[in-house]
């Protein structure tokens, strides 16, 4: 099996060769390009592509695949709203992802997010270095006794359930198919009543039709004054405009993205050095109760090497002829 990797970060390469090393029938050639339209016709030759959350496989690129002969596309990362799997169908290619890898490790950097909204960490960091020893501007509030709303009560939702319940907050979820592993832990509640009751709401629904903008102008009215906003899921969960219009309305405590809509030419890349034109990102860091980070929610030792091995699984699943649950598009 040969797979052709895009967008290799230096990460991505030291984990999946040490996973190799179990998995010898595997051959892995590593690009740093992203997949787009343009690098799809490189893949001529290999079986599979394996490709992130910022690679474009949309219909264009999709097309690209099949004509250069590829069959799989190895999603190494559990969201694939950035996949076309009608067109990949149609054109027969396989799907398949890595559903699950530690939805510890991203609901614990939805937590760590709150606690640093909350505690005014990333200024906290700041003031101090600065020998500025004064609490001006650092006051948060008890996460002890206040009330969590998780959108989105799967694997990541219900782990950081389980770790709000451990901060001893009451936990109310929303979900349109609620997960029998927290009763008794969360208590389930339409999206008006949990937006309106939360001091912490945080996000972990896919990226869909019926998600898009699923935080707005309207869904912040309906949020408690003086909430903390989390988003580990998808950037467009939340529509950036209105967040902004929020925030200035003195709406949120605070708000810790660790996505957000314009991320893409962003993700992983280090562009210190460069001017950024019109970016709604620059105006919501403006604020000092914001908190973005770059899509590291899953960034942990262990996520990595699961996200390597399950890709190598399915790869190899893939050439037995046999379908999995990380089956997305069936050919
Ligand atoms: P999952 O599939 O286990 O859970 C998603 C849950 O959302 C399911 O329970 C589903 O019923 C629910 N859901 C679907 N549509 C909904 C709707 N309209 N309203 C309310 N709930 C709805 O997925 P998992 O593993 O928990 O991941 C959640 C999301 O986290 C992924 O879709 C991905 O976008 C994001 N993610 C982010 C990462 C990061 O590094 N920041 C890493 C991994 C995933």
Do not use: W
């Not at 109760?289 to 699961?306: C, D, K, M, W, Y």
């Amino acid at each position: 099996m040969k797979i052709l990797f895009y967008d290799t970060k230096i990460y991505d390469k030291e984990s999946f060769e040490a996973a190799r090393e179990r998995y010898p029938q595997v051959e892995l050639e590593y690009l740093k390009a992203d997949l787009t339209p343009r690098t799809a016709p490189l893949a001529a030759g290999y079986q599979a592509v394996c490709a992130f959350v910022s690679s474009d496989v949309g219909e264009e690129t999709v097309r690209a695949l099949q004509k250069a002969g590829v069959r799989l596309i190895l999603m190494r990362c559990a969201g694939f709203n950035n996949v076309d799997l009608k067109t990949a169908k149609a054109c027969g290619i396989t799907v398949m992802r890595v559903p699950g890898y530690s939805p510890e490790a991203v609901a614990e950097h939805a937590m760590a997010l709150a606690l640093a909204v909350n505690r005014r960490l990333h200024k906290a960091y700041v003031k101090v270095r600065e020998n500025d020893f004064s609490l001006n501007g650092l006051l948060g509030f008890n996460f002890h006794g206040k009330t969590a709303g998780i959108v989105g009560t799967g694997k990541i939702g219900a782990a950081m359930a389980r770790i709000c319940r451990g901060f001893g907050m009451k936990v109310l979820a929303y979900d349109v198919c609620p997960n029998p592993s927290l009763e008794g832990m969360a208590e389930y509640v339409d999206l008006k009543t949990l937006l309106g009751q939360s001091d912490l709401v945080s996000l972990h629904c896919p990226l869909t039709d019926d998600t898009y903008h699923l935080i707005c102008r309207d869904t912040i009215r309906e949020m408690k004054e003086g909430a903390i906003l989390v988003n580990t899921s998808r950037g467009a969960l939340v529509k950036t405009d209105d967040l902004i219009e929020g925030i200035r309305a003195r709406k949120f405590f605070g708000a810790g993205l660790d996505v957000y809509e314009e991320e893409t030419p962003n993700v992983f890349e280090d562009r210190s050095e460069q001017i950024l034109e019109s970016s709604v990102t620059a105006r919501l860091l403006s604020f000092p109760n914001v908190i973005i980070t770059s899509h590291q929610g899953f960034f942990t030792r262990e996520a990595l090497e699961a996200i390597a091995e399950t890709t190598l699984e399915n790869a190899l699943a893939f050439q037995r002829g046999e379908k999995n649950s990380n089956t997305l598009g069936e050919s």
